[in-house]
């Protein structure tokens, strides 16, 4: 449960920091009400590392996504489906001689 509240204030103070940047004032007080959230929930501070905002998390995903496709793909994006290196296989074989 206390993940699912503590992700819940991060959406909110995202979506109110995204309505407080653009000016949209009353869509602001209106949402701050609805949620029962402060008046200063969404204000960006002097820190920042904390100041995420809808874009920048986006162009975080975005650059995680490409960046795990290279390592899958590498430079060549076009083989999907294809690992970069075949796995190797391995073959054991086990001789048991009758000693009897």
Do not use: H
């Amino acid at each position: 449960m206390a993940a699912s509240t503590s992700i819940d204030a991060l959406a909110s103070a995202l979506v109110a920091r995204f309505l407080r940047t653009n000016n949209y004032t009353e869509t602001l007080g209106a949402f701050l009400r609805e949620a029962s959230l402060a008046a200063d929930v969404g204000q960006t501070s002097g820190d920042d590392t904390n100041n995420w905002s809808i874009q920048s998390l986006l162009e975080e995903k975005k650059a995680f996504d490409q960046s795990v496709n290279f390592e899958r793909y590498g430079a060549n994006s076009s083989e999907k489906g294809f690992w970069t290196v075949p796995g190797q296989i391995l073959l054991i074989c086990f001789f048991v001689f009758d000693t009897s």
